[in-house]
């Protein structure tokens, strides 16, 4: 167990709705990273925030949105969906941003379906 | 354009042996690299990290080593259990230089099955 949480674990939905994916860090971690994973593809690095702030983004699509809270959790907005948006999509967390060396630890990822 | 390659793509091998996994990276400016193991289904765990200076690194049966200069890392296994298999990803941190923070390029992974 990592210690990063997210939720839901699974999710289907249909093309055109929705969605909300939540992240809790671990415990004193500032850090959050969103990252999608589809089906035999590497990790695909979306979007960071430190200290509820955006950091860095990555390959992340307009229709995507995120936001860190001031009590650190983090959430992944997903709108307009389509069939290619299915994919894992992993939170991870670390303790700081400054370029220093440090671990993220990955939550178990949640599993979105869109049909 | 920041790229990782990883090869190779999928490898078998018998319980017990040793392997060799490849990274090379087109990542600058170069902030350190990460070796990742995914099970399937799961989120990647941490296996090493390295920075500029630093030539190899182990965890355990795991070591990773860095050539800064020919921007290429590997991972070596060593004796090698059926629990090895899985996904092995190299992370490639690039220093954003304005803002602060890393933006970070994952390769495709190596897919290790390890068989009786």
């Known amino acids: 167990d990592s210690g990063v949480t997210q939720t839901p674990k699974h999710l289907i939905t249909a093309t055109g709705q929705r969605v909300t994916l939540r992240c809790s860090p671990r415990?004193?971690?500032?850090?959050v990273y969103w990252y999608q994973q589809s089906l035999d593809q590497g990790l695909q690095f979306l979007i960071q925030y430190y200290n509820g702030e955006e950091r860095a983004k990555g390959n992340i699509l307009e229709r995507f949105s995120a936001q860190q809270f001031p009590d650190l959790h983090s959430e992944l907005n997903l709108s307009s969906l389509e069939l290619g948006d299915s994919a894992l999509y992993f939170c991870?967390?670390?303790?700081?941003?400054?370029?220093?060396?440090?671990?993220?630890?990955f939550g178990p990822g949640t599993r979105l379906l869109v049909l | 354009k920041n790229q990782v390659e990883q090869s190779p793509q999928s490898l078998i091998i018998l319980e017990g042996k040793n392997c060799t996994l490849q990274?090379?990276?087109?990542?600058?400016?170069?902030?350190?690299l990460r070796w990742y193991k995914q099970d399937t289904g799961r989120g990647p765990v941490s296996l090493t990290i390295m920075t500029f200076s630093e030539n190899t690194k182990s965890n355990g049966r795991y070591t990773a080593t860095l050539d800064a200069d020919t921007k290429q890392s590997s991972l070596h296994i060593t004796a090698s259990q059926l629990s090895d298999s899985a996904s092995y990803i190299c992370v490639v941190s690039a220093r954003v230089l304005t803002g602060g923070g890393n933006k970070l390029t994952f390769g495709t992974g190596t897919q290790l099955k390890v068989e009786l």
């Open positions: 415990s004193g971690d500032l850090s």
């Open positions: 991870a967390s670390s303790r700081q941003d400054r370029g220093f060396q440090e671990t993220q630890y």
């Open positions: 990274c090379n990276y087109t990542v600058s400016p170069f902030s350190n």
